[in-house]
């Protein structure tokens, strides 16, 4: 098992909604790492994407302007699991969607480690 596995990826029409989730579960990440969760993601042909982080402070979010509004990371910490809400796609959201760890807020950004672990991602859709 990956250190991080996503999953609730799959195809919606434009307007919908997905839920993604970012497993910690039967991992070895110590708690920095769990509080340390961003997502991204990627488009064919092009590069990785942030697109999500917490702010492990006070657990408020970070976003990427082109996602404001319209998705909200969340966590629950029972389960070791990072949420990503999305609602109100749109087409330019297809992409693959990976977690990573560990994913630091710097300027209002989030920013990946030297080293950082990844999920294998999942596939979201949006189309007609």
């Known amino acids: 098992q990956a250190p991080l596995v996503e999953s609730g990826g799959g195809w919606v029409q434009p307007g919908g909604s997905l839920r993604l989730s970012c497993s910690v579960s039967?991992?070895?990440?110590?708690?920095?790492?769990?509080?340390?969760i961003g997502w991204f993601r990627q488009a064919p042909g092009k590069g990785r994407e942030r697109v999500s982080c917490i702010n492990s402070s006070d657990g408020s979010g970070v976003y990427a302007d082109s996602v404001k509004g319209r998705f909200t990371i969340s966590r629950d910490v029972a389960k070791r699991i990072v949420y990503l809400q999305m609602n109100s796609l749109k087409p330019e959201d297809t992409a693959v969607y990976y977690c990573?760890?560990?994913?630091?807020?710097?300027?209002?950004?989030?920013?990946?480690?030297?080293?950082?672990?990844w999920g294998q991602g999942t596939q979201v859709t949006v189309s007609s």
């Open positions: 039967g991992s070895t990440l110590d708690d920095s790492d769990y509080y340390a």
């Open positions: 990573a760890t560990p994913t630091i807020i710097v300027q209002a950004k989030c920013v990946t480690g030297p080293s950082p672990s």
